[in-house]
T-cell receptor, first 112, second 114 residues
Framework: KQEVTQIPAALSVPEGENLVLNCSFT??????LQWFRQDPGKGLTSLLL?????REQTSGRLNASLDKSSGRSTLYIAASQPGDSATYLC???????????FGKGTKLSVKP | EAQVTQNPRYLITVTGKKLTVTCSQN?????MSWYRQDPGLGLRQIYY???????DKGDVPEGYKVSRKEKRNFPLILESPSPNQTSLYFC???FGGGGGYGYTFGSGTRLTVV
């Protein structure tokens, strides 16, 4: 069964720093990986989706990469801002599976 | 606007009183699923549906029922709620299980069972 690990569990950085969030998974048969952001008590907002034919995706200050062979994805946030403070979740999935396993997330706090 | 709509957003109920949380999507998605989120345990899947009339258990199905009679709706039913079902619930949908277009989530339902 798929296991998804996100490291670190929590991270506190000063504003302006570049940072990397890590996601590792055990099932290398996954096709796609989606990164989400969640503010406290709120829903999940999709940030980036890396599809099977891609190795990375970029949106503004965010860049996500996917290495299926090693079972890893990283989310890079450039020039962090206090508004980036949230929990970041990764979701690797693929094939025709319906059972989805999330990582427990990385709680990011960016200090002004 | 393409979205997944959950109702209600907040619900406080008493032990044993049957309740239904509704989930509706307007994107013609085949796949829909339910999750609960608890501190320290993360998001855990309750049930999912690959298409109309097709449902399967996720990781924590005990105490819950679902039905998928039409494509757009996927209600979550708690026949006899208990305090351990107090949680934040999310519904999600996609074009297909394992679909390459990603998953869209609702805004959540905060359920408290007293």
């Amino acid at each position: 069964k798929q296991e998804v690990t996100q490291i670190p569990a929590a991270l506190s950085v000063p504003e302006g720093e570049n940072l990397v969030l890590n996601c590792s998974f055990t099932d290398s048969a996954i096709y796609n990986l989606q990164w989400f952001r969640q503010d406290p008590g709120k829903g999940l907002t999709s940030l980036l989706l890396i599809q099977s034919s891609q190795r990375e995706q970029t949106s503004g200050r965010l860049n996500a990469s996917l290495d299926k062979s090693s079972g890893r994805s990283t989310l890079y946030i450039a020039a962090s801002q206090p508004g980036d403070s949230a929990t970041y979740l990764c979701l690797p999935y693929g094939g025709s599976q319906g059972n989805l396993i999330f990582g427990k997330g990385t709680k990011l706090s960016v200090k002004p | 606007e393409a979205q997944v709509t959950q109702n209600p957003r907040y619900l406080i109920t008493v032990t044993g009183k049957k309740l239904t949380v509704t989930c509706s999507q307007n994107m013609n998605h085949e796949y829909m699923s339910w999750y609960r989120q608890d501190p320290g345990l993360g998001l855990r899947q309750i049930y999912y549906s690959m298409n109309v009339e097709v449902t399967d258990k996720g990781d924590v199905p005990e105490g819950y029922k679902v039905s998928r009679k039409e494509k757009r709706n996927f209600p979550l039913i708690l026949e006899s709620p208990s305090p351990n079902q107090t949680s934040l619930y999310f519904c999600a949908s996609s074009f297909g299980g394992g679909g390459g277009y990603g998953y869209t989530f609702g805004s959540g339902t905060r359920l408290t069972v007293v």
